[in-house]
């Protein structure tokens, strides 16, 4: 085989690439996380605690959901921008003929806040409307039924 033909098969062969990650933190950490609507799962199927590395391909905006037990859920969207050597046509030579494997690595925190207890005025109302709605429509046949 000529040299020059295993130069640059051995050039393609040390073909650089990017590991794109998004990384999604909560304080308290433990809360459950959404991207793009969907849960987002660990290696078992599971729904994943944060805080969580979640590989992806294309950049853009995303949206990311935290839920967590006791703690106000919260909905941010977030644009996840390109670094220059991923930015036409830089991203050629980045993706496909440096030998390196580039990490671009995004992270988004949440701070979680406490559920509010409610006020005894709120707790009023609530048990109010409960009584109303058992009023309206009875587990137990009536008497007219």
């Not at 040390?14 to 996380?33: I, K, Q």
């Not at 207890?117 to 709120?122: F, G, K, N, Q, V």
Request: charged share 30%.
């Amino acid at each position: 085989m000529p040299p020059r033909i295993l130069v640059l098969l051995s050039a393609l062969a040390l073909a650089g690439c990017v590991d794109r990650t998004l990384v999604v933190e909560t304080d308290p950490p433990g809360a459950l996380v959404y991207l793009d609507e969907e849960p987002v799962l660990d290696v078992d199927g599971k729904p994943a605690l944060s805080p969580v590395e979640i590989p992806f391909v294309h950049y853009g905006t995303r949206e990311i959901v935290v839920r967590r037990d006791g703690y106000i859920s919260e909905k941010r969207m977030v644009v996840i921008s390109p670094p220059a050597y991923e930015v036409f046509p830089i991203d050629f030579f980045s993706e496909l003929l440096v030998p390196y494997t580039f990490e671009d690595v995004h992270t988004v925190d949440f701070r979680l806040s406490p559920i509010p207890a409610p006020t005894p005025a709120e707790r009023d109302a609530l048990r109010a409307r409960g009584e109303e709605f058992r009023r309206k429509y009875p587990t137990e046949p009536t008497e007219t039924e």
